[in-house]
Protein backbone atom coordinates (compact mmCIF):
# COMPACT_ATOMS: atom_id res chain seq x y z
CA UNK A 1 0.00 0.00 0.00
CA UNK A 2 1.19 3.44 -1.14
CA UNK A 3 0.11 6.42 0.78
CA UNK A 4 0.85 9.93 -1.07
CA UNK A 5 1.23 13.41 0.84
CA UNK A 6 0.19 16.44 -0.98
CA UNK A 7 0.10 20.11 0.42
CA UNK A 8 -3.27 19.72 1.77
CA UNK A 9 -3.01 16.72 3.66
CA UNK A 10 0.22 18.17 5.77
CA UNK A 11 -2.18 19.52 8.88
CA UNK A 12 -3.59 16.39 9.37
CA UNK A 13 -0.30 14.68 9.05
CA UNK A 14 1.54 17.17 11.60
CA UNK A 15 -1.66 16.62 13.94
CA UNK A 16 -1.18 12.88 13.62
CA UNK A 17 2.20 12.82 14.44
CA UNK A 18 1.74 14.81 17.52
CA UNK A 19 -1.09 12.52 18.56
CA UNK A 20 1.71 9.57 18.28
CA UNK A 21 4.05 11.47 19.96
CA UNK A 22 2.07 10.94 23.45
CA UNK A 23 2.89 14.44 24.81
CA UNK A 24 6.52 14.38 23.62
CA UNK A 25 8.81 13.92 20.62
CA UNK A 26 9.56 17.29 20.10
CA UNK A 27 7.22 20.34 18.54
CA UNK A 28 6.40 19.53 15.19
CA UNK A 29 4.98 22.67 13.97
CA UNK A 30 8.64 24.24 13.24
CA UNK A 31 9.11 21.27 11.27
CA UNK A 32 5.17 21.38 9.26
CA UNK A 33 5.77 24.68 8.25
CA UNK A 34 9.44 23.63 6.68
CA UNK A 35 8.14 20.44 5.05
CA UNK A 36 5.39 22.75 3.74
CA UNK A 37 7.91 24.71 2.36
CA UNK A 38 9.87 21.83 0.90
CA UNK A 39 6.74 19.93 -0.50
CA UNK A 40 4.98 23.19 -2.49
CA UNK A 41 2.88 21.74 -5.27
CA UNK A 42 4.39 18.24 -5.15
CA UNK A 43 3.65 15.24 -3.62
CA UNK A 44 5.34 12.79 -1.73
CA UNK A 45 5.17 9.09 -2.06
CA UNK A 46 5.21 6.55 1.52
CA UNK A 47 5.35 3.34 0.14
CA UNK A 48 5.40 0.18 2.07
CA UNK A 49 8.61 -1.84 2.12
CA UNK A 50 7.29 -4.65 -0.32
CA UNK A 51 6.50 -1.56 -2.66
CA UNK A 52 10.27 -0.60 -2.83
CA UNK A 53 12.38 -3.76 -3.40
CA UNK A 54 15.89 -3.44 -3.04
CA UNK A 55 16.38 -0.03 -1.34
CA UNK A 56 18.86 0.13 0.86
CA UNK A 57 16.82 2.15 3.69
CA UNK A 58 18.58 3.89 6.71
CA UNK A 59 16.42 5.18 9.69
CA UNK A 60 17.00 8.63 9.95
CA UNK A 61 16.04 11.80 12.72
CA UNK A 62 16.70 14.13 14.98
CA UNK A 63 18.48 12.59 18.51
CA UNK A 64 19.10 14.70 21.64
CA UNK A 65 17.15 18.17 23.29
CA UNK A 66 14.39 18.76 21.00
CA UNK A 67 13.36 21.78 22.57
CA UNK A 68 16.99 23.40 21.45
CA UNK A 69 16.01 23.00 18.15
CA UNK A 70 13.64 26.18 18.42
CA UNK A 71 17.28 28.26 19.78
CA UNK A 72 19.71 26.44 17.38
CA UNK A 73 18.16 25.96 14.11
CA UNK A 74 19.22 23.94 11.68
CA UNK A 75 21.96 24.61 9.35
CA UNK A 76 20.32 22.36 6.22
CA UNK A 77 23.23 19.84 5.84
CA UNK A 78 22.30 17.72 8.89
CA UNK A 79 20.81 14.90 7.01
CA UNK A 80 22.79 14.45 4.09
CA UNK A 81 26.09 14.85 6.12
CA UNK A 82 25.02 11.74 8.37
CA UNK A 83 23.86 9.86 5.31
CA UNK A 84 26.59 10.50 3.64
CA UNK A 85 28.83 9.57 6.48
CA UNK A 86 27.41 6.31 7.26
CA UNK A 87 27.50 5.51 3.68
CA UNK A 88 31.09 6.07 2.96
CA UNK A 89 31.17 3.98 6.42
CA UNK A 90 29.61 0.95 5.25
CA UNK A 91 30.50 1.26 1.63
CA UNK A 92 26.38 1.14 1.04
CA UNK A 93 24.85 3.91 -0.78
CA UNK A 94 21.76 4.73 1.29
CA UNK A 95 18.75 4.61 -1.46
CA UNK A 96 15.47 5.50 0.81
CA UNK A 97 14.98 6.31 4.33
CA UNK A 98 12.41 5.76 7.36
CA UNK A 99 11.56 7.62 10.58
CA UNK A 100 13.36 6.65 14.05
CA UNK A 101 10.00 7.29 15.40
CA UNK A 102 7.07 8.20 13.82
CA UNK A 103 5.69 10.01 16.98
CA UNK A 104 6.48 14.34 17.32
CA UNK A 105 8.96 15.81 15.31
CA UNK A 106 10.87 12.67 14.12
CA UNK A 107 7.67 11.39 12.38
CA UNK A 108 8.21 14.18 9.82
CA UNK A 109 11.90 15.41 9.47
CA UNK A 110 12.92 12.16 7.63
CA UNK A 111 10.12 13.74 4.84
CA UNK A 112 12.41 16.62 4.45
CA UNK A 113 15.30 15.04 4.36
CA UNK A 114 13.71 12.84 1.43
CA UNK A 115 12.70 15.96 -0.36
CA UNK A 116 16.13 17.28 0.36
CA UNK A 117 18.20 13.94 -1.11
CA UNK A 118 15.71 12.71 -3.63
CA UNK A 119 14.97 9.41 -2.11
CA UNK A 120 12.11 7.53 -1.28
CA UNK A 121 10.26 7.00 2.12
CA UNK A 122 9.50 3.47 3.70
CA UNK A 123 6.41 3.53 5.98
CA UNK A 124 7.42 2.83 8.90
CA UNK A 125 9.67 3.35 11.92
CA UNK A 126 10.97 2.01 14.81
CA UNK A 127 8.75 2.87 17.41
CA UNK A 128 5.64 3.28 16.39
CA UNK A 129 5.17 6.58 18.75
CA UNK A 130 7.32 8.37 20.61
CA UNK A 131 9.84 7.18 22.71
CA UNK A 132 12.85 8.50 24.84
CA UNK A 133 15.24 6.25 25.11
CA UNK A 134 18.02 4.07 22.07
CA UNK A 135 17.60 0.77 23.72
CA UNK A 136 13.40 0.93 23.01
CA UNK A 137 14.04 1.06 18.78
CA UNK A 138 12.36 -1.81 17.85
CA UNK A 139 15.87 -3.17 16.27
CA UNK A 140 17.52 -3.36 19.39
CA UNK A 141 14.45 -5.04 21.21
CA UNK A 142 14.69 -7.47 18.18
CA UNK A 143 18.31 -7.87 18.67
CA UNK A 144 19.60 -6.26 15.48
CA UNK A 145 22.36 -3.93 16.07
CA UNK A 146 22.21 0.08 15.98
CA UNK A 147 25.91 0.69 14.74
CA UNK A 148 27.38 1.69 12.54
CA UNK A 149 25.67 5.05 12.57
CA UNK A 150 26.66 8.46 11.76
CA UNK A 151 26.04 11.36 13.88
CA UNK A 152 25.86 14.57 12.22
CA UNK A 153 25.32 18.32 14.12
CA UNK A 154 24.45 22.02 12.98
CA UNK A 155 28.41 23.19 13.33
CA UNK A 156 29.43 20.68 10.89
CA UNK A 157 30.83 18.22 12.99
CA UNK A 158 30.39 14.26 11.81
CA UNK A 159 31.36 11.13 14.12
CA UNK A 160 30.52 7.89 13.20
CA UNK A 161 29.69 5.09 15.75
CA UNK A 162 30.01 1.49 15.69
CA UNK A 163 30.76 -1.17 17.75
CA UNK A 164 28.52 -0.58 20.81
CA UNK A 165 25.43 -1.84 21.76
CA UNK A 166 22.78 0.26 22.35
CA UNK A 167 23.08 1.37 25.73
CA UNK A 168 27.01 2.06 24.62
CA UNK A 169 25.40 4.42 21.93
CA UNK A 170 23.07 6.31 24.13
CA UNK A 171 26.13 7.40 26.13
CA UNK A 172 27.73 8.45 23.15
CA UNK A 173 24.84 10.18 21.43
CA UNK A 174 24.39 12.03 24.91
CA UNK A 175 27.66 12.81 25.12
CA UNK A 176 28.56 14.30 21.81
CA UNK A 177 25.00 16.03 21.91
CA UNK A 178 25.74 17.68 25.46
CA UNK A 179 28.95 19.15 24.28
CA UNK A 180 27.99 20.36 20.60
CA UNK A 181 24.72 22.27 19.81
CA UNK A 182 22.17 19.69 22.17
CA UNK A 183 20.54 17.96 19.31
CA UNK A 184 21.97 15.99 15.99
CA UNK A 185 20.99 13.93 13.34
CA UNK A 186 21.51 10.12 13.90
CA UNK A 187 21.53 7.54 10.85
CA UNK A 188 21.28 4.20 11.18
CA UNK A 189 23.04 1.68 8.59
CA UNK A 190 21.91 1.51 4.89
CA UNK A 191 19.88 -1.80 5.39
CA UNK A 192 17.93 -3.84 2.60
CA UNK A 193 14.24 -2.93 3.20
CA UNK A 194 13.20 -6.78 3.16
CA UNK A 195 15.24 -6.71 6.29
CA UNK A 196 14.92 -3.32 7.79
CA UNK A 197 10.78 -3.73 7.56
CA UNK A 198 10.66 -7.09 9.38
CA UNK A 199 11.65 -5.86 13.08
CA UNK A 200 10.09 -1.90 12.28
CA UNK A 201 6.41 -1.10 12.53
CA UNK A 202 5.14 -0.41 9.36
CA UNK A 203 2.71 2.10 8.12
CA UNK A 204 3.18 3.96 11.21
CA UNK A 205 3.06 7.43 9.04
CA UNK A 206 -0.10 6.50 7.46
CA UNK A 207 -1.74 5.84 10.80
CA UNK A 208 -0.59 8.89 11.78
CA UNK A 209 -2.08 10.68 8.55
CA UNK A 210 -5.62 8.62 9.57
CA UNK A 211 -5.35 9.78 13.04
CA UNK A 212 -4.82 13.33 11.69
CA UNK A 213 -7.36 13.45 9.23
CA UNK A 214 -10.14 11.91 12.11
CA UNK A 215 -8.75 14.72 14.26
CA UNK A 216 -9.70 17.22 11.73
CA UNK A 217 -13.32 16.30 11.29
CA UNK A 218 -13.78 16.79 14.77
CA UNK A 219 -15.70 19.97 15.67
CA UNK A 220 -14.35 22.35 18.51
CA UNK A 221 -16.85 21.85 21.85
CA UNK A 222 -17.72 18.41 20.89
CA UNK A 223 -18.40 16.14 23.53
CA UNK A 224 -15.33 14.22 25.28
CA UNK A 225 -16.74 11.12 24.28
CA UNK A 226 -17.17 12.06 20.93
CA UNK A 227 -14.00 13.11 20.36
CA UNK A 228 -12.67 9.76 21.99
CA UNK A 229 -14.66 7.76 19.59
CA UNK A 230 -13.73 10.01 16.52
CA UNK A 231 -10.18 9.70 17.17
CA UNK A 232 -10.69 5.42 18.31
CA UNK A 233 -9.86 5.62 21.77
CA UNK A 234 -11.36 5.74 25.32
CA UNK A 235 -12.09 9.08 27.03
CA UNK A 236 -10.61 8.74 30.72
CA UNK A 237 -11.75 12.44 31.97
CA UNK A 238 -12.61 16.03 31.13
CA UNK A 239 -12.05 18.68 33.11
CA UNK A 240 -9.23 21.39 34.73
CA UNK A 241 -5.82 20.36 35.27
CA UNK A 242 -5.50 21.34 39.11
CA UNK A 243 -1.64 20.07 39.41
CA UNK A 244 1.34 19.48 37.54
CA UNK A 245 4.34 18.91 39.41
CA UNK A 246 7.69 18.36 37.61
CA UNK A 247 10.97 17.25 38.69
CA UNK A 248 14.75 15.78 37.83
CA UNK A 249 16.04 12.32 38.06
CA UNK A 250 19.92 11.14 38.29
CA UNK A 251 20.14 7.54 36.17
CA UNK A 252 23.55 6.74 35.18
CA UNK A 253 24.67 10.42 34.71
CA UNK A 254 21.90 11.57 32.78
CA UNK A 255 18.79 13.38 33.95
CA UNK A 256 15.40 12.52 32.99
CA UNK A 257 12.39 14.76 33.52
CA UNK A 258 9.62 13.25 35.77
CA UNK A 259 6.47 14.37 36.80
CA UNK A 260 2.67 14.08 37.05
CA UNK A 261 -0.85 15.66 36.22
CA UNK A 262 -3.62 15.36 37.74
CA UNK A 263 -6.98 16.72 35.92
CA UNK A 264 -10.49 16.37 38.14
CA UNK A 265 -13.38 15.27 35.67
CA UNK A 266 -16.09 17.72 35.48
CA UNK A 267 -18.80 15.73 35.57
CA UNK A 268 -17.64 12.77 37.94
CA UNK A 269 -15.56 14.73 40.02
CA UNK A 270 -13.05 11.43 39.93
CA UNK A 271 -9.07 12.38 39.91
CA UNK A 272 -7.51 11.67 36.44
CA UNK A 273 -3.79 11.47 37.39
CA UNK A 274 -1.00 11.22 34.41
CA UNK A 275 2.75 10.43 35.30
CA UNK A 276 5.13 11.70 33.17
CA UNK A 277 8.63 11.25 31.79
CA UNK A 278 8.74 12.81 28.13
CA UNK A 279 5.68 11.47 27.16
CA UNK A 280 2.43 10.57 29.12
CA UNK A 281 3.67 7.14 30.90
CA UNK A 282 0.46 6.00 32.94
CA UNK A 283 -2.88 6.72 33.58
CA UNK A 284 -4.62 6.32 36.81
CA UNK A 285 -8.21 7.23 37.46
CA UNK A 286 -8.79 7.53 41.51
CA UNK A 287 -5.82 5.83 41.89
CA UNK A 288 -6.35 2.65 39.97
CA UNK A 289 -4.26 2.10 36.74
CA UNK A 290 -6.65 2.34 33.73
CA UNK A 291 -4.25 2.93 30.99
CA UNK A 292 -0.27 2.63 30.11
CA UNK A 293 2.72 2.81 27.74
CA UNK A 294 2.91 1.39 25.03
CA UNK A 295 -0.46 2.94 24.65
CA UNK A 296 -1.00 6.87 23.32
CA UNK A 297 -2.22 9.05 25.97
CA UNK A 298 -3.31 12.00 24.63
CA UNK A 299 -3.87 15.65 26.85
CA UNK A 300 -6.24 17.75 24.17
CA UNK A 301 -6.91 21.55 24.99
CA UNK A 302 -11.01 21.69 25.76
CA UNK A 303 -11.78 24.24 23.48
CA UNK A 304 -9.53 24.02 20.45
CA UNK A 305 -8.68 19.89 20.62
CA UNK A 306 -5.20 20.73 20.19
CA UNK A 307 -2.77 18.12 21.88
CA UNK A 308 -0.95 19.08 24.86
CA UNK A 309 2.61 18.73 24.97
CA UNK A 310 3.93 17.01 28.46
CA UNK A 311 6.13 20.28 28.71
CA UNK A 312 3.40 22.63 28.03
CA UNK A 313 0.76 21.86 30.03
CA UNK A 314 -0.10 24.03 32.65
CA UNK A 315 -2.35 23.96 35.98
CA UNK A 316 -5.67 25.85 35.11
CA UNK A 317 -5.92 24.30 31.41
CA UNK A 318 -8.96 22.97 30.35
CA UNK A 319 -8.47 19.61 28.84
CA UNK A 320 -9.44 16.22 27.45
CA UNK A 321 -7.81 13.39 28.20
CA UNK A 322 -8.29 10.48 25.76
CA UNK A 323 -6.17 7.21 25.31
CA UNK A 324 -5.59 5.24 21.99
CA UNK A 325 -4.37 2.08 21.46
CA UNK A 326 -0.56 1.67 20.69
CA UNK A 327 1.63 -0.03 18.17
CA UNK A 328 0.36 -3.48 18.18
CA UNK A 329 4.46 -4.35 17.51
CA UNK A 330 5.03 -3.81 21.35
CA UNK A 331 2.01 -6.54 22.26
CA UNK A 332 4.22 -9.35 22.29
CA UNK A 333 5.14 -10.46 25.44
CA UNK A 334 9.08 -10.40 24.86
CA UNK A 335 8.93 -7.07 23.30
CA UNK A 336 6.38 -5.36 26.39
CA UNK A 337 8.63 -5.29 29.17
CA UNK A 338 10.73 -2.82 27.21
CA UNK A 339 8.30 -0.22 27.15
CA UNK A 340 5.96 -1.11 30.27
CA UNK A 341 5.91 1.16 32.84
CA UNK A 342 8.26 -0.93 34.26
CA UNK A 343 10.53 -0.37 31.69
CA UNK A 344 10.28 3.91 33.23
CA UNK A 345 10.70 2.80 36.71
CA UNK A 346 7.07 2.62 37.75
CA UNK A 347 5.70 -0.28 39.63
CA UNK A 348 2.75 -1.01 37.57
CA UNK A 349 1.97 -3.92 35.38
CA UNK A 350 0.66 -2.96 31.30
CA UNK A 351 -2.56 -1.65 31.23
CA UNK A 352 -3.52 -2.12 27.65
CA UNK A 353 -6.48 -1.21 25.64
CA UNK A 354 -7.98 -3.53 22.60
CA UNK A 355 -5.74 -3.33 19.72
CA UNK A 356 -7.22 -1.45 17.01
Request: overall charge negative; proline content about 6%; charged content about 20%.
Amino acid sequence: MTTVIRERDLEALVVGVTLLGSGGGGDTGAFGRMLRRRLGAGELVLGDAADVPGVSVSPIGVVGATSVLMEKLPGGGEFDAAVRAVSRWTGIEVTGLMPLEAGGLNGLTPLIAALDLGLPVVDADLMGRALPRLDQFSWAVAGRSLTPCALSEPSGQVVVVDNVDAAGLERAVRSFVAHTGGWAVLALAPTPVEAAAEDAVRGSLTRALALGRAHAQLEPGSAPADVAAGLGGRMLGSGRVEEVGRHLIADGGAAFGRGSVCVVDAATRAVVRIETENEYLLALVDGRPVVTTPDLLCVLDRRTLQPLAVDAIRTGDEVVVVALPGPTWWRRPDRLPHVSPQAFGLTCPPQLLEAS
